[in-house]
């Protein structure tokens, strides 16, 4: 291939690698100092109803809450945890599936409440938005029963909790043997701590680093792969999908051309079917055929993003078991949803 076609690519895929290594780094150094300084159960109290059925450790509440406000940052603390031995692969499948509806919530800020509900208007709006919410919810709840019944001491290993005295705070040897001393001994305990923190940080640091020198070559590599085969490559031949389940679920003929455009761009779908509202689609019809246009998007997604992002961080193998599980899970919760609006 000419480097006059691979030249442009790389323009676009490097500041997209870069933002995303940017928060893998964010992500993988807070969960090292997470649990080096013992922040996990300060952390990770509320996520604990969750965690804790689905027999996770403390550590992965920490990731939950993070992923509320960066999807890439939550996966790379979790990636980190499955690399340092608390989760196994089978634990950070589950893992994954509760993060669902928490990497959905940041988005209601971001795009769904500034962008989306003012385009298709406040009924169709909050209805499609409550639907996503639903679907986002059922595939955490699902995660949490697979975690309940699947899952055993032997799929995690807790370092955190085991290295904290319970509370959050790191277990001093001194402490905990009784040791007294004076000014002295409270100048050489300060200068102790400030060796440790430093040393903690740095820790924290190289194995952040580490983990970028692996992950951000696979990344850049397979971001650039992906973009050159889109555009070699028809994806357009996926949109025959649409007029099959539309057709299916009894929706009017104008849902094809809807369900084509949700498909390749979230916001030009919804442009197009708000004036239609009331007039060729009820509001349950319109949010219907949206979230057709959401399977049918997967297909698209799917190469454009998730192959890069998750065998960026995961690797082939693993990245695919996680692509598997969250497209599996999200055709199965939004074809409920929409046998629920058409029945």
Do not use: C
């Amino acid at each position: 291939m000419q480097s006059s076609a691979v030249l442009p690519v790389l323009f676009e895929v490097l500041p997209r690698v870069a933002r995303i290594a940017a928060y893998i780094a964010v992500g993988v150094f807070a969960a090292n100092l997470v649990v080096a300084f013992g922040l996990v159960e300060r952390i990770a109290g509320l996520s604990r109803y969750l965690t804790s059925p689905a027999n996770l450790p403390d550590e992965v509440g920490t990731a939950i809450v993070t992923t509320a406000a960066s999807t890439t940052a939550g996966y790379g603390m979790l990636a980190e945890f499955r690399e340092s031995g608390v989760l196994d692969d089978r634990a950070t499948l589950v893992a994954v599936t509760i993060n669902t509806f928490f990497g959905f919530v940041q988005h209601i800020f971001t795009f769904y409440w500034p962008v989306l509900i003012p385009i298709l208007g406040r009924e169709v709006g909050f209805m499609y938005v409550g639907a996503r919410a639903a679907i986002a919810l059922a595939i955490t709840a699902t995660g949490v029963v697979a975690g309940a019944v699947l899952l055993s001491d032997r799929n995690t290993t807790p370092v955190a909790v085991a290295e904290t005295d319970g509370s959050g705070g790191a277990v001093d040897a001194a402490a905990a043997d009784g040791a007294g001393g004076g000014d002295a001994a409270d100048s050489s305990d300060a200068a102790d701590t400030d060796d440790t923190l430093r040393e903690t940080v740095e820790d924290a640091a190289r194995s952040t680093w580490d983990k970028l020198r692996r992950i951000v070559p696979r990344l850049a590599v397979v971001y650039v792969a992906v973009t050159l085969l889109l555009r070699t490559t028809d994806l357009e031949s996926f949109a025959a999908l649409a007029s099959p389940l539309t057709n299916l679920v009894g929706l009017p003929g104008a849902a094809v051309p809807v369900v084509v455009a949700f498909a390749f761009d979230t916001t030009t779908g919804a442009a197009t079917i708000a004036p239609a509202v009331g007039e060729t689609f009820t509001p349950k019809q319109a949010v219907a055929t949206m979230l057709i246009g959401g399977i049918i998007s997967f297909a698209v997604s799917t190469f454009k993003r998730s192959i890069p992002f998750q065998y960026g961080i995961w690797g082939p193998e693993f990245g695919s078991k996680v692509i598997a599980v969250n497209t599996g899970l999200k055709i199965v919760f939004i074809g409920v949803a929409v046998a629920l609006l058409v029945a």
